[in-house]
């Protein structure tokens, strides 16, 4: 999703000093070798590549920006290594976790995932696991993790919607529907926890409650975010069986009922972390 992108400075000139293409290799070729390599956990290897297939193709954008996003997930890779302190090494490790879910490495963001989980052991870790676990189909492992963060007394709306989905999956409907039963969605539920239910709704039967839900969802959230969750839903197995549907294609034609700033992609300027600092919120005053 495009809650992965970063703002990345590439020192460009560094590219004139690393080695040239390899083997007589064109750019692309260069391209698709360091994504093979990034698959396979080798980034400093791919590293080199997306720097060849930058260094052969200057005017290509996309070749300097992966080149970019890979040296980043390199120094973080080796910051966490060496992180002594709890809480920036979580910071790390998140950061780490985003980049490998938008470059779909998701055996790598599975491993640190878990990492992230077993140290600090919270609703958002679990459901930032969850999540993993079910886009890789891992769905006995989502819902053992699940299962022991209810039993623990840290479960939330979020996280037994999700154990109740992984629960459907693994042919457990019964008790997938006594969740979706047992769920009561706070007045103030945000977007994502929202969704999470919709899922659930949808592998439990309950096609128009999901449908509902979805709506709800997408009217909630920023434009700027909306295209990712319609995106994920077109894609999430657990809408599969309503995604032909002409209800479901009039939920997708929602549109966001959400007012967005144009500066920071929030509603408003009240919890930006420039409030008060930028232009427009002296304006405001």
């Known amino acids: 999703m495009t809650r992965c992108r970063v703002a990345i400075v590439v020192a460009v000139g560094i590219l004139f000093i690393l080695p040239a293409l390899a083997r007589g290799e064109s750019a692309p070729e260069a391209f698709a070798r360091?994504?093979?390599?990034?698959?396979?956990?080798?980034?400093?290897?791919?590293?080199?590549?997306?720097?060849?297939?930058?260094?052969?193709?200057?005017?290509?954008?996309?070749?300097?920006?992966?080149?970019?996003?890979?040296?980043?997930?390199?120094?973080?890779?080796?910051?966490?290594?060496?992180?002594?302190?709890?809480?920036?090494?979580?910071?790390?490790?998140?950061?780490?976790?985003?980049?490998?879910?938008d470059q779909g490495l998701y055996g790598q963001a599975i491993g640190i995932g878990r990492k992230i989980h077993e140290k600090v052991h919270t609703a958002a870790s679990a459901l930032m696991l969850a999540e993993t676990e079910l886009a890789?189909?891992?769905?006995?492992?989502?819902?053992?993790?699940?299962?022991?963060?209810?039993?623990?007394?840290?479960?939330?709306?979020?996280?037994?919607?999700?154990?109740?989905?992984?629960?459907?999956?693994?042919?457990?409907?019964?008790?997938?529907?006594?969740?979706?039963?047992?769920?009561?969605l706070p007045d103030d539920a945000g977007p994502q926890m929202i969704y999470a239910y919709a899922r659930l709704q949808a592998v439990t039967g309950s096609t128009d409650a999901a449908l509902a839900s979805l709506q709800k969802c997408f009217e909630s959230l920023p434009a700027s975010r909306l295209e990712n969750f319609k995106e994920h839903a077109k894609l999430c197995p657990d809408f599969a069986a309503m995604a032909s549907t002409a209800k479901f294609a009039k939920v997708m034609a929602t549109e966001s009922q959400v007012a967005e700033s144009k500066c920071s992609g929030g509603s408003g300027c009240a919890n930006c972390p420039m409030r008060g600092k930028c232009g427009k919120s002296q304006e405001e005053k």
């Open 34 to 101: 360091g994504k093979s390599l990034l698959e396979k956990g080798d980034f400093d290897s791919a590293l080199s590549a997306f720097a060849a297939a930058a260094r052969g193709d200057l005017d290509n954008d996309s070749y300097r920006q992966q080149y970019g996003l890979v040296r980043r997930i390199v120094d973080l890779r080796k910051r966490l290594d060496g992180e002594k302190d709890p809480e920036r090494w979580e910071y790390t490790a998140r950061a780490l976790h985003a980049f490998y879910l």
């Open 136 to 184: 890789m189909n891992n769905n006995a492992e989502a819902e053992k993790m699940l299962a022991a963060l209810d039993k623990a007394g840290k479960s939330t709306p979020s996280t037994r919607a999700l154990w109740g989905v992984a629960l459907a999956r693994l042919g457990k409907s019964a008790e997938a529907k006594k969740l979706v039963q047992s769920i009561a």
